[in-house]
């Protein structure tokens, strides 16, 4: 398997559930990312981590809480979510070595909290 | 902090060529990204631009003018399958590559 990808592609929870969205990259990058896609509102990027390690943490309510294992896996976790919550999750990686780094995005979780 | 102002939507004839203009003001930056991301899909990758000038890649092109905050993303000789998403993106200086999106232009492609 090739790329970034991700599962579940479709979640639909109850605000007292707990559930994980998995990110798994093959591209040999360093850094991952969960970035949350709301309709009409740019992407919005949530957290980062470099080498395993978080590096960037935009102000996400704790709610959802991220683990990185290895440079190759990402996991969010979710609890006690609301229903503005409810987006499309997207993972991405990249190199951050220097030029171009771009990022590569999977296919993305869509969750709908109810 | 970063703000990134793009046109909500646009509507072009197939064979035609467009112009999605992209303006942003920032506290740091170290490139501008343009991706693609089409209804119910990921984003992917069109072009980056770090230095002043034209960038060309195929029928797509991407500008940069630091000194204006702008860049603008050309793309040439449409087809009806280039009806998508098209996001701005700038990198923030730092250690990681911190990107901050645009809300995204919707281009649609009419014959």
């Known amino acids: 398997e090739t790329g970034v990808t991700q599962t579940p592609r479709h979640l639909v929870m109850g605000m007292t559930n707990k559930k994980s969205l998995k990110c798994e990259q093959h591209?040999?990058?360093?850094?991952m990312y969960w970035y949350k896609q709301s309709a009409k509102k740019p992407l919005e990027l949530m957290f980062v981590y470099n080498f395993k390690e978080q590096t960037e943490n935009n102000s996400v309510p704790s709610r959802f809480s991220p683990e990185c294992p290895n440079s190759s896996h990402l996991f969010l976790h979710l609890h006690t979510l609301q229903p503005e919550d409810s987006a499309l999750y997207l993972c991405?990686?990249?190199?951050?070595?220097?030029?171009?780094?771009?990022?590569?995005f999977g296919p993305g979780t869509r969750l709908t909290v109810l | 902090g970063q703000n990134i102002d793009q046109p909500t939507e646009m509507t072009a004839t197939e064979g035609a060529i467009v112009q999605i203009n992209c303006t942003y003001q920032?506290?740091?930056?170290?490139?501008l990204f343009w991706y693609q991301q089409h209804a119910g899909e990921a984003p992917t990758f069109l072009s980056y631009?770090?230095?002043?000038g034209l960038e060309e890649k195929g029928r797509f092109s991407s500008f940069l003018s630091r000194s204006k905050g702008y860049s603008y993303l050309l793309l040439k000789e449409l087809q009806m399958k280039d009806s998508a998403s098209y996001l701005c993106?700038?990198?923030?200086?730092?250690?990681?590559?911190?990107?901050?999106f645009g809300t995204g232009t919707r281009l649609q492609v009419t014959l």
């Open positions: 631009n770090v230095l002043d």
């Open positions: 591209l040999g990058h360093n850094a």
């Open positions: 920032t506290s740091g930056f170290n490139g």
């Open positions: 993106a700038v990198r923030d200086t730092g250690t990681a590559s911190k990107l901050t």
């Open positions: 991405a990686s990249s190199q951050t070595s220097g030029g171009a780094n771009e990022q590569f």
